[in-house]
């Protein structure tokens, strides 16, 4: 059973900083792209920022230079560093796991976290 467990998150000040975890069970992780999302009150889901199975970056424009995805394949566990967060960063944050193999595209997700930054 695929299990993806994540954590952190909550309520934070303008210009703070926060660092979500999402820990992964029943995959073998590293080979898995994995990628964190955001949705907004009456907004559609977002990609925020993925990693590559080798560890190659990318982000969403509007959270370059703030925010840093980064995977610890010993731990299953990806994480997002949230800095200089600022207002609109409010939303529900949900981590994925993404694969293709075999003509079959596997993808998974967790809970969701609320993240909401306001003073």
């Known amino acids: 059973q695929v299990q993806l467990v994540q954590s952190g998150g909550g309520l934070v000040q303008p210009g703070g900083s926060l660092r979500l975890s999402c820990a992964a069970s029943?995959?073998?992780?590293?080979?898995?792209?994995m990628g964190w999302y955001r949705q907004a009150p009456g907004k559609e889901r977002e990609l925020v920022a993925f990693i590559t199975s080798g560890a190659d970056t990318n982000y969403a424009d509007n959270v370059k230079g703030r925010f840093t995805i980064s995977r610890d394949n010993a731990k299953n566990t990806v994480y997002l560093q949230m800095n200089s967060l600022k207002p609109e960063d409010t939303a529900v944050y949900y981590c994925n796991a993404g694969r293709r193999a075999s003509g079959y595209e596997y993808s998974y997700w967790g809970q969701g976290t609320q993240v909401t930054v306001s003073s």
């Open positions: 029943g995959i073998i992780f590293s080979r898995y792209f």
